[in-house]
């Protein structure tokens, strides 16, 4: 460049004069240059997409097109006058309005006014940017001309938000959506863009230059710009990627640390909340679709590890928890302060009371990864035995049987003459005591899952009514109704703690005493009625008594029902 012209940016010097040169918009260019060679030009059309990714450029390439006058396959060529023109942006052809600084009602009525007007070429085109920005009343003074233009003038309408453009104007436009640009596909613009400006850049820096352009090619050449200004390719600290390697880790300490050196270094909290949010959603889009990712091969492979430590609960979670925090920043006196406490959040989910963190801790306790640190690890009792499918399902059955309507007791079958039972095999040898008797919420915690199935079920059944209670420092005490119960109660003692036994690994003296709490539900003597009952022994109501008039005619014999 010689020393008397001024320097020009990177993604001005390079900006696409040719629908060919556009990078990454395929689908758009095609389109539009079968319909300049074939002449099935719109009155109006709508581009839209992310910054950056080529609108106003292809909006200038139309508006080069239209007007070539050796136009060549559907492509201007670039060196006619007026060509030239558009290109330097002096042509009287094509009129650029910003709608973000002129979106008021007047500015559209004046554009109206002038698009009657002749035009040197054979094309008027109008180029609207930021088309989401105009007012309502600008919208409606632009409709009518919209939909029916003067038969020389094309609309192009360029936005970031389409979303924000009154329908009624999408509809009378030709719409077409500009993508992010691939990350394969900012490499070879990058270095081409390198080789013909002769910067000589190393490679690192184009891979930089890649990830913080995001899909963006303006922002991609941005950085490529800086960085060859500063003569350095070294990368800043990447603080998404080591703030999530902390939280992967549920290491608070060095998550925390890394949000200090981040605000050391002159980082706003939001912007560190933003890079975290970003990295997170890579993280969780690696795991669930690894084709959506946008990185180059070693970072996306990097993310996905981080993300399967996480796990999907734990990478929602942390997502929320982030998004909140964004959120609260607004209205909040340190925003740090709500970064920390997010990540504090995050990274320990003992920390916070939301089902998510429920379930990110379900989550890793069933992929068999529960974080204890070395303070925290210590002996405790003994893994209960697993409980027999077999007690589960008949102890099921005697809580359904007891429910269901119409249940009835069988005849006991009078006993066949044989040798008297054995009596239940006991350890030859009394275990030890336990070393410590286990508190009432062990025990209670124990009681239903691992000691109650494996219980005989008459000795089940009338010990189902108690509840543990706090005891002595030598004995497990054990709550009945009334002294009738715990009479009852006390013929079974055996069998409980034979059961508590061998589940603490070691033997643990029951005490049985009244329940001072409830007030007595058992006659003074128990009757033979009171039996508990054996599942085994129920059986099935007779069938046909489901309606009301059934159940009357029943209980009134020789009754008839009368329908009037």
């Not at 007026?82 to 009602?105: F, K, R």
Request: charged share 25%; proline share 8%; aromatic share 4%.
């Amino acid at each position: 460049m010689a020393e008397d012209q001024p320097y020009q940016a990177l993604y001005r010097r390079f900006r696409p004069q040719r629908f060919g040169e556009l990078r990454g918009q395929e689908h758009v260019t095609r389109a539009l240059t079968n319909a300049v060679r074939e002449a099935h030009v719109a009155h109006a059309y709508l581009f839209s997409g992310p910054r950056g990714t080529g609108k106003t450029s292809t909006a200038r390439i139309l508006a080069k097109a239209l007007n070539c006058t050796d136009l060549q396959d559907g492509e201007p060529c670039g060196v006619c006058d007026s060509c030239i023109q558009v290109q330097q942006g002096t042509s009287l052809d094509v009129h650029e309005l910003d709608a973000a600084s002129n979106n008021g009602v007047d500015a559209m009525r004046d554009l109206v006014s002038r698009a009657a007007l002749g035009t040197p070429g054979r094309w008027k085109v109008y180029i609207v940017d930021e088309v989401h920005m105009l007012s309502t009343p600008a919208s409606n003074a632009l409709l009518k001309t919209l939909e029916e233009p003067p038969a020389h003038v094309v609309f192009v309408l360029a936005t970031t938000d389409p979303q924000k453009v009154l329908p009624t104007i999408r509809s009378r436009t030709q719409h077409f959506e500009f993508r992010l640009i691939g990350p394969d596909v900012l490499v070879d613009l990058l270095k081409d863009v390198n080789e013909s400006a002769g910067l000589g850049v190393p490679v690192e820096a184009i891979d930089l230059a890649v990830r913080r352009g995001r899909g963006s090619a303006r922002d991609a050449l941005s950085v490529l710009d800086q960085v060859a200004a500063a003569g350095m390719d070294e990368d800043e600290p990447s603080f998404g990627d080591d703030l999530v390697e902390a939280l992967a880790d549920q290491d608070v300490g060095r998550a925390l640390a890394a949000v200090a050196e981040g605000i050391g270094l002159g980082r706003d909290p939001r912007r560190l909340s933003e890079e975290l949010l970003a990295h997170l959603r890579n993280a969780f889009l690696a795991v669930m679709a690894r084709s959506l990712v946008d990185l180059p091969d070693d970072m996306a492979v990097r993310v996905e590890e981080q993300g399967r430590r996480m796990g999907p609960a734990g990478l929602t979670r942390a997502m929320d928890i982030i998004g909140d925090a964004l959120t609260d920043m607004r209205e909040a006196v340190d925003p740090r302060v709500s970064l920390e406490v997010a990540i504090v959040r995050i990274a320990r989910p003992d920390t916070d009371p939301s089902p998510a963190a429920l379930l990110e801790r379900i989550e890793r306790l069933e992929r068999g990864a529960p974080r204890t640190t070395p303070a925290e690890a210590s002996p405790g009792p003994t893994d209960p035995e697993p409980v027999p499918a077999s007690a589960v399902v008949q102890d099921e059955g005697v809580q359904t049987a007891r429910k269901a309507l119409g249940g009835v007791k069988k005849a006991r079958p009078a006993p066949a003459p044989s040798a008297p039972p054995a009596p239940r095999r006991q350890a030859e040898s009394a275990p030890a005591v336990v070393g410590r008797i286990p508190s009432r919420d062990e025990l209670t915690a124990a009681w239903a899952d691992a000691v109650m199935p494996k219980l005989q079920a008459k000795t089940r059944a009338i010990f189902a009514a108690g509840r543990w209670v706090d005891g002595g420092a030598d004995t497990a005490a054990f709550a009945l109704p009334n002294d009738v119960h715990r009479g009852r109660a006390e013929k079974h003692r055996a069998d409980v703690e034979a059961q508590l036994a061998a589940h603490f690994g070691g033997r643990v003296p029951l005490s049985l005493v009244v329940d001072e709490g409830q007030v007595a539900a058992t006659p003074t003597e128990p009757s033979h009625d009171e039996e508990s009952v054996d599942p085994n022994e129920l059986a099935d109501a007779p069938p046909g008594l489901t309606s009301p008039e059934d159940r009357l005619k029943q209980a009134f014999p020789g009754a008839e029902e009368v329908v009037t």
